[in-house]
């Protein structure tokens, strides 16, 4: 219990920011002095500060304010995208600290360098942190289907990854263990813990890269289907009779109808664009009245919203979020899926459903890993803590017994 009560208490303040102590406890269900001994645990370790909050206007004594120590407790987060590599130091309470980025040519498989460049970045990350801070975590975001046992990526479209060990590989460059995610799954909870989602239960989360990923929330919880490989949303079936090929071998899937190349063939702009800048590309030429960008949006918002309605009639969500290149997308084509949705998904499931883009725009993925990276220290805080520590030291201890040979 007690162990919970530390790590729920951590998660309120890392999530919302700086919290009252009466407002933990009104949060928290608990009394004012088991929050204060609470408190005075997780102050004690490092992971938290208290503070007197400023001018209330309210007579009597002040509640204090509990706020994460950032500078104190970081994790190291990475999102491997099929063109981009994107790493990140991100402090308790999730400010981006600093990061580095590169470009991921679109080579085949290419793990030993994948895992060479995120390990070089994973070190000048580490090189910058102030004098005390512990690193507690890391987090990797894959485009592809990860077994989350060990991370192994056991499908990686579009780059020809099968059962790469990703995971284990860039642990045992980086002298740490590494938890590994789906790139829509982990996009999913970043926008239900820091993004548009907050407050939903029950949503839907649509990532756009070449393809197309999902994660699905139901009851606060990620769907994740019997081996983690679940919500595979872009290989749903939208037009099976005349669609388009489809990298996993059939035809008309969802992400065959409005990924990146659906929707730059359709705008005429094959073999000269690609990527997300493409894809932004075929945006701002509809937006300046180009008459093919704009056809080209429409048709996706089509195969979108027959997406959309689908999954809004399986799962009835509170609100379905488009993130990726489906956040420069749907704009334009909000018309079409909206259409969609009021022409096929029931009246009773759609009534309340939102429709919205992400609020965390590129880095939501990346938000997602690092959060992953955190979810160890947030589940037992003291323990977590004094294990990386140990770890600490012994990689400082093993770096000066190389020095002196």
């Known amino acids: 219990m007690r162990r919970r009560n530390l790590g729920d208490l951590l998660r309120h303040v890392h999530l919302s920011g700086a919290l009252s102590r009466s407002e933990l406890a009104d949060r928290m269900g608990l009394n004012r002095s088991t929050i204060m001994a609470l408190t005075a645990e997780l102050s004690a370790a490092g992971l938290v500060g208290e503070e007197l909050p400023g001018d209330t206007g309210r007579a009597g004594r002040p509640s204090l304010v509990v706020r994460p120590e950032r500078d104190r407790a970081h994790v190291l987060a990475f999102d491997v995208r099929v063109d981009r590599l994107v790493a990140a130091r991100v402090g308790l309470g999730g400010e981006i600290l600093d990061r580095r980025e590169a470009v991921r040519p679109r080579a085949g498989a290419d793990l030993e360098d994948v895992v060479g460049v995120l390990a070089g ?3 000048e990350l580490r090189r910058g942190v102030r004098p005390g801070s512990v690193c507690v975590g890391v987090g990797a975001a894959y485009c592809g289907m990860i077994r989350p046992d060990d991370g192994t990526v056991r499908y990686g479209p579009y780059v ?8 284990v590989e860039l642990g045992s460059r980086l002298g740490l263990p590494v938890l590994v995610g789906n790139e829509a799954h982990l996009g999913a909870l970043a926008e239900r813990d820091r993004g548009v989602g907050r407050g939903f239960d ?3 989360y649509l990532h756009g890269d070449v393809g197309v990923g999902g994660g699905i929330i139901v009851g606060g919880r990620l769907l994740g289907g019997d081996g983690g490989y679940g919500c595979e949303l872009g290989h749903m079936m939208v037009n099976p009779y005349d669609g388009r090929p489809c990298m996993c071998g059939s035809h008309g899937c969802l992400e065959a109808e409005v990924g990146e190349h659906a929707l730059i063939d359709a705008a005429g702009r094959s073999g000269e664009l690609s990527g997300r800048e493409g894809v932004r590309a075929v945006v701002e030429a509809a937006g300046r009245g180009d008459a ?3 056809e080209a949006l429409h048709r996706i918002g089509d195969w979108l919203g027959i997406g959309v309605a689908n999954l809004i009639n399986l799962f009835n969500p509170g609100i379905v979020i488009f ?5 420069d997308v749907y704009p334009g084509s909000a018309a079409q899926v909206g259409h969609r949705v009021e022409a096929n998904a029931m009246v009773i ?3 309340q459903v939102r429709l ?8 939501v993925t990346l938000v997602g890993a690092a959060e992953l990276a955190f979810s160890r220290l947030l589940a037992s805080p003291l323990e977590v803590l004094a294990e990386m520590r140990r770890r600490s030291a012994h990689r400082a201890a093993a770096r000066r017994g190389a020095l002196a040979r």
């Open 121 to 123: 970045f994973g070190r």
């Open 160 to 167: 020809g990854w099968v059962d790469q060990a990703f995971g």
């Open 202 to 204: 029950n949503l839907i």
């Open 292 to 294: 093919a960008a704009e």
């Open 323 to 327: 993130g990726g290149m489906l956040r």
């Open 349 to 351: 499931s759609r009534e």
């Open 356 to 363: 919205r883009v992400s609020a965390l725009a590129d880095d």
